[in-house]
Structures are given as C-alpha cells and as structure tokens.
C-alpha cells in the first residue's frame, strides 16, 4: 500500500493525480499547512524538511515531486507522471518538470507567496515580490507558448500538464490576468476533464471551478 501525504492545492497534486491516473492502490492523507501540521514530530518522522509531498512505501519513504513521480511511472507506466520507453520524450518531460519545479515554482511563486524564504529582512520582502511578480509573467509567456492543442510534451498527458494546471490556479489567487494566456487556460480546461484530475481534487476539498 502506498500513502501519499498531501496538502491541498500544493504541487503534492500532481503526485496524487498521477496515483489515480496509475489506478494505483493508495491512501492520502492531509496536512494541514495552516495549523502547522507539515512541523509536528509525526510528520517530521515521515519527512525531517516538513514538506509535501512526502509518499510511503512498503520499502521506505520517498519525497519532492519529481522522485515520486518516477516512482510511480517505473511502478505503474501509466500517463500523469513520466512516459517511460522512449528516452527522448522522458528526456523532453524531465526537462518541462525541472524547469516548472525549479524555476516557476521555487523561485518565482515561493518569492511571491513566501519572501521569508529569500530574506529574514522583511523591508526587502516587496522587492522581493515585485521582482517575483515579473519573472512569473514571463514564465507565463514561455508556458503558454509551450501550450498547443494537445498536452505539453510526449502527445500524452504528463506530470508537466498537472503542475500546468496547479499554477494556474496559484496565478488566479495571487490576481494575475489570465486572460493573457488562453492557450495555457485551454490546456487546463483538458486537464480538469480527467477523472483522475477529479477525484484527486474531490479528495482534496478542492472544486473544478477553481482551476477555470
């Protein structure tokens, strides 16, 4: 049995997408970031960063997203994670999903949402997020230029979409117009359509309106 540790609406959905796009036999459990739950001993035993994703195996745990996720495509081979077989299309993904995790995520919505994590001087913390807030619309420029009329990379859905469809509704809450970026807003659309997009965001409290 695997266990996925979640928070919801963090890129931990794009792990707990791909589990039931495997059809994987799992359970998720949720932390709550907000009462703290990612700092208690208990979570801390599971994952000594304190954060999430953070999946048990029979074997031991594993985390951060891209670890997870080719767990789950060595495990199942099944779409919402990584292709497997042809080593340029993994390549091509694995280049979308280190660029989305690395730079989109990291250090363009982590300066955004949590300034603290670049500076304890909190003076520098609009600069930071101004500064944030520009990278993060060229990111968005360069994504949904990378948006056609059918997935991301490798002509079937991937993580890459997944982490496509989490940020946008990341750009919604944080007031960005994305009505700039209706090819990326296209490809969301795709996305929320999966039963599996669906069920993991059911679990999570979350609604499909959220990501339109």
């Known amino acids: ?9 963090t890129c931990s959905l794009v792990s707990h997408v791909a589990l ?3 059809g994987a036999e799992h359970e998720a459990e949720r932390i709550d970031l907000m009462k703290g ?11 000594p960063r304190g954060r999430v994703p953070a999946l048990v195996t029979p074997e031991g745990t594993i985390t951060e ?17 990584i292709p497997r077989g042809d080593a340029f299309q993994t390549a091509r993904v694995m280049q979308l999903l280190a660029w989305l995790s690395g730079t989109v995520h990291a250090t363009g919505f982590g300066a955004l949402f949590r300034p603290t994590r670049f500076s304890a001087d909190e003076s520098l913390h609009p600069g930071i997020k101004e500064g944030a807030h520009a990278n993060l619309s060229s990111h968005f420029v360069e994504l ?14 991937t993580a890459a979409d997944s982490y496509a469809a989490v940020f946008y509704r990341w750009a ?3 007031k960005f117009d ?5 090819r990326w807003a296209a490809l969301v ?18 609604g499909v309106e959220q990501f339109a």
Request: some cysteine.
């Open 1 to 9: 049995m695997l266990n996925l540790y979640y928070a919801p609406g």
């Open 37 to 47: 739950e990612h700092r208690t001993p208990d979570f801390l035993a599971i994952n």
């Open 65 to 81: 997203n891209l670890a997870i996720l080719g767990l789950i495509a060595d495990r199942f081979g099944a779409p919402g994670s």
């Open 144 to 157: 949904d230029d990378l948006c056609g009329s059918g997935w991301l990379a490798a002509g079937d859905f």
């Open 20 to 22: 039931h796009e495997a």
């Open 178 to 182: 994305l009505s700039l970026y209706p």
């Open 189 to 206: 659309s795709r996305v929320v359509e999966r039963p599996s997009f669906v069920r993991a965001i059911e679990h999570e409290g979350l």
């Open 172 to 174: 919604r809450l944080a």
